[in-house]
């Protein structure tokens, strides 16, 4: 073979390589960069697919919904001034938050009883409860008429007022009338954890979907603050309860829990926990407890008297003070929904922006 044609091919077999591997290589990196941006892309779907999951199907907004008239603007039902619309049930029935039986709290019978009395003496009705364990089929047997009075945590009443027409009366508060409670993460004091970055790799437990202090509130919180989201940052579950989620994180089947503080002093003062077993790591603004309300299409002058026979009653030597004593609570006061919920209504709002598509990306 001729030398100069080897020579040749040899030059042109570099000049090929030459202009074959930076495109290549482009290939590969543009394929790469591809992938990267489909796997991204496939990552933000999916966080949006467990947000969807996780919550539930938030009304928009703040507004009730449209088949119920607020011509004062004050966000809740107005009671029907077509006396047709109205109730007129010969018995009432009330029910408190729902939870699984397991949950619930032995000593808990009585603990309505002075509640049930008193409200029978100022309507001349008997009062039954009744026990849900789910939300929504609480709210609902409040739209379909079967119970007139309900106690929600904070945050299902924002849902309960826009989709099933609960109109929020009375919270509990301490002697002096003062009301709040605060969401606190907590973890166990020997698990390394000090702040919210710190909750990156590490599983929550959260309450349930509805709880403002049991979730809502602390996974704004750990996005606003952490940029921290489920599934893509931390692993994630739901106990039912506060005091489920405490001992979640003290037995370590979890690292991190966010709860009521007044459900945690509960405990503490029960003896149930040591406040040398765990650390808290955030602890927010104060927010409006429980809420006891009732159907807005009651006559509006049962309304009142349910009102003020709460807001009236003598908390002494009853199962209210056995049961929420320990949580500092020793009476019921008024509430305004529009002002007392409005830092409710702003976590609803910025949990309903991370779960839409136009969330996190």
């Given at each position: 073979m001729?030398?100069?044609?080897d ?13 074959a ?18 796997r ?18 938030w ?14 603007k ?9 006396e ?65 009075i ?14 099933a ?25 020997d ?18 979907p ?18 921290l ?14 005091e ?16 009521a ?5 509960k ?45 009236g ?8 003070e056995e049961q ?30 991370l ?7």
């Open positions: 001729n030398p100069h044609d020579r040749a091919q040899g030059t042109s077999l570099l000049r090929i390589l030459a202009v591997i930076p495109v290549a290589l482009f290939t590969a990196v543009a394929v790469h960069l591809w992938g990267n941006s489909l991204e892309s496939a990552t933000a779907q999916l966080n949006r697919d467990v947000l969807s999951t996780m919550l539930p199907n009304a928009e907004g703040g507004e009730v919904a449209d088949l119920y008239e607020d011509a004062d004050d966000l809740v039902a107005d009671t029907p001034e077509d047709g619309l109205l109730q007129q049930p010969e018995s009432l029935v009330f029910s408190y938050i729902a939870s699984s039986k397991e949950s619930r709290p032995e000593s808990a019978g009585g603990q309505w009883d002075a509640l049930l009395s008193a409200i029978d003496s100022a309507t001349s009705k008997p009062v039954t409860v009744v026990e849900f364990e789910q939300l929504n089929e609480q709210l609902e047997a409040m739209r379909r008429g079967q119970i007139h309900l106690g929600l945590g904070t945050g299902a009443a924002p849902l309960a007022v826009q989709t027409g609960f109109v929020p009366l009375c919270t509990m508060a301490n002697a002096d009338g003062e009301v709040g409670y605060k969401m606190v993460l907590l973890t166990s004091a698990s390394g954890i000090k702040e919210l970055a710190d909750v990156k790799g590490r599983k929550v437990v959260f309450v349930r509805t709880s403002n202090s049991g979730f809502k509130a602390a996974f704004v919180q750990l996005y606003d603050d952490a940029g989201l489920p599934e893509q940052d931390y692993e994630w579950s739901f106990s039912l309860s506060h489920s989620s405490v001992h979640d994180v003290l037995s370590g089947a979890a690292d991190v829990a966010p709860v503080s007044d459900i945690l002093a405990m503490v003062e029960q003896g149930d926990v040591d406040e040398s077993q765990y650390r808290v790591i955030y602890k927010s603004e104060a927010f409006p407890p429980a809420v006891i309300g009732c159907a807005h299409n009651l006559p509006a002058g049962m309304i009142e008297q349910i009102r003020s026979t709460l807001i009653l003598d908390w002494d030597g009853t199962g209210l929420f004593g320990p949580m500092g609570a020793a009476r019921f006061v008024e509430v305004n929904y529009k002002n007392d919920w409005a830092n409710i209504r702003r976590i609803d709002d910025a949990v309903r922006r779960a839409t598509p136009r969330g996190p990306q």
